[in-house]
């Protein structure tokens, strides 16, 4: 299974602006239970450092770019988020982090349920122990 998954959903702009469309169980895999987004953030402040143990997750940047990587305990590897159409897959047992968050960035999250703080793993060690 690969670490990198790529989501494109449907554009259906013109010249008067760019629509992108989402629909719970068809791009996104799974039904959507909590959308959440982050706003107001700065370039010097990574954040995320966490994996889920259940979650499934798709993030996409609805405006500006952020830098985001994906680690399964055997792979890592960095992408770009900087097309409001090109979302990603954070699959439960993937750590993942952000940075690089560029003015004005909207970074906006679907997930498949809704929050529950014991369904993250924030210690890296903790996460290796549990994924080895
Ligand atoms: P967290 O997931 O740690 O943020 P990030 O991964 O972007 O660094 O969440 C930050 C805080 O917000 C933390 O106290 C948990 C809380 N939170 C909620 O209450 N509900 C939510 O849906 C999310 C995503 C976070």
Request: proline residues 5%.
């Amino acid at each position: 299974m690969s670490l990198v998954k790529w989501i494109d959903f449907p554009e259906r702009g013109d010249e008067r602006g760019c629509l992108t469309v989402v629909e719970s169980t068809k791009s996104i895999p799974f039904e959507i239970k909590r959308v959440y987004y982050l706003t107001n953030l700065s370039p010097d402040l990574p954040r995320g450092f966490h994996a889920h143990k259940e979650l499934e997750q798709v993030a996409v940047c609805i405006s500006g770019s952020c830098n985001l990587l994906l680690d399964n305990g055997q792979e890592k590897q960095w992408v770009t988020l900087d097309s409001p159409s090109k979302a990603i897959r954070i699959e439960p047992m993937v750590w993942h982090e952000m940075k690089d968050f560029s003015h004005g960035c909207v970074f906006l999250v679907f997930a498949s349920d809704f929050y529950n703080e014991s369904d993250y793993i924030r210690d890296y060690e903790e996460f290796i122990r549990l994924v080895k």
